[in-house]
């Protein structure tokens, strides 16, 4: 472990291997995410008295074991993902730097608290914490949480409608101020172009407590049934018993309990075919 000082405040942080921020030098950073899988280093950082957030591939992180030059290569292909995807939901895109060592994006900073916050929530705590984010969640009005999941299917709606997959979506995509009320999308770098396959097997991009059953299959195509499969999971992450599916679990109506079973049905095709067939059925029970 190698324990360095970055920006112009000297913000300490922890890498596996030695590197050079000199580039943050005249900026003040707040805030840094180091414990991505995806190896990914995030920052906050405060620029001209404005706030910003920095994704950052080139550096070795504590978590990440794999290429540090395809952690580059994926950020590369990010990039396009956040130029084509523009919507009021998602985490406003600036632009991207290139340095020697390194790729970063830059977006505007939003305020919010993370569904999955796992650098400083056990996966214990996340559950039983009363300042866990997702605990905060589940303790809001089922119709505020209802209202959330219905923006989050719109996003996706979208996403599909410009020929995308969402891959690695999950609770840690999701932000919410709960001040404001207000719901982002963040983290959607693994999106794809269709057509999409597990060229990887049972280490597909996801979370296990949401991943369709083709995301641990070795060249299955991912498609927009895989994502509505991801989208129910979620709803029964956020109205329901998490991994206990049951309907004495769930916090709203038997209608909208039956469209999240339905998508989530084992074979691909016994769920709805798209991710707007999946709105549209949601969308007719929610008063």
Same mark, same amino acid.
């Given at each position: &472990?190698?324990?360095?000082?970055?920006?112009?405040?000297?913000?300490?942080?922890?890498?596996?291997?030695?590197?050079?921020?000199?580039? %943050?030098?005249?900026?003040?950073?707040?805030?840094?995410?180091?414990?991505?899988?995806?190896?990914?280093?995030? /920052?906050?950082?405060?620029?001209? +008295?404005?706030?910003?957030? %920095?994704?950052?591939?080139?550096?070795?992180?504590?978590?990440?074991?794999?290429?540090?030059?395809?952690?580059?290569?994926?950020? &590369? *292909?990010?990039?396009? @993902?956040?130029?084509?995807?523009?919507?009021?939901?998602? @985490?406003?895109?600036?632009?991207?730097?290139? &340095?020697?060592?390194?790729?970063?994006?830059?977006?505007?900073?939003?305020?919010?608290?993370? &569904?999955?916050?796992?650098?400083?929530?056990?996966?214990?705590?996340?559950?039983?914490?009363?300042?866990?984010?997702? @605990?905060?969640?589940?303790?809001?009005?089922?119709? =505020?949480? %209802?209202?959330?999941?219905?923006?989050?299917?719109?996003?996706?709606?979208?996403? =599909?409608? %410009?020929?995308? @997959?969402?891959?690695?979506?999950?609770?840690?995509?999701?932000? !919410?101020?709960?001040?404001?009320?207000?719901? #982002?999308?963040?983290?959607?770098?693994?999106?794809?172009?269709?057509?999409? /396959?597990?060229?990887?097997? *049972?280490?597909? $991009?996801?979370?296990?407590?949401?991943?369709?059953?083709?995301? !641990?299959?070795?060249?299955?195509?991912?498609?927009?049934?895989?994502?509505?499969?991801?989208?129910? +999971?979620? #709803?029964?992450? /956020?109205?329901?018993?998490?991994?206990?599916?049951?309907?004495?679990? $769930?916090?709203?109506?038997?209608?909208?309990?039956?469209?999240?079973?339905?998508?989530?049905?084992? =074979?691909?095709?016994?769920? !709805?075919?798209?991710?707007?067939?999946? !709105?549209?059925?949601?969308?007719?029970?929610?008063?």
């Amino acid at each position: &472990m190698i324990n360095i000082r970055i920006g112009k405040n000297q913000y300490p942080i922890t890498l596996a291997e030695e590197h050079n921020f000199d580039w %943050l030098k005249d900026v003040e950073v707040f805030t840094v995410f180091n414990q991505q899988d995806s190896g990914n280093i995030s /920052f906050g950082i405060i620029e001209n +008295g404005h706030r910003y957030f %920095l994704k950052y591939a080139g550096a070795r992180n504590l978590e990440y074991k794999g290429n540090l030059e395809d952690a580059i290569q994926r950020l &590369m *292909k990010a990039k396009e @993902v956040y130029e084509q995807i523009q919507h009021p939901l998602l @985490v406003p895109y600036i632009n991207c730097i290139q &340095m020697q060592n390194g790729f970063c994006l830059k977006f505007h900073w939003i305020d919010g608290e993370c &569904m999955h916050n796992h650098w400083d929530f056990t996966p214990f705590e996340k559950h039983h914490s009363p300042n866990s984010p997702f @605990v905060k969640l589940r303790q809001l009005a089922v119709t =505020e949480r %209802l209202n959330i999941l219905t923006q989050i299917f719109e996003f996706a709606t979208y996403v =599909e409608s %410009l020929g995308y @997959v969402m891959i690695d979506f999950y609770d840690g995509s999701i932000l !919410y101020n709960f001040e404001q009320s207000k719901l #982002t999308i963040c983290d959607i770098d693994f999106f794809q172009k269709t057509p999409v /396959f597990n060229e990887i097997g *049972k280490d597909f $991009w996801g979370t296990a407590r949401f991943k369709a059953p083709e995301e !641990y299959e070795l060249h299955a195509q991912i498609t927009s049934e895989t994502n509505v499969y991801v989208l129910a +999971g979620i #709803t029964f992450a /956020f109205i329901g018993g998490k991994s206990d599916k049951s309907y004495e679990k $769930w916090e709203s109506t038997q209608e909208l309990y039956n469209i999240c079973t339905k998508a989530l049905h084992k =074979e691909k095709s016994k769920r !709805y075919r798209t991710v707007q067939a999946f !709105y549209e059925a949601w969308l007719a029970y929610i008063e």
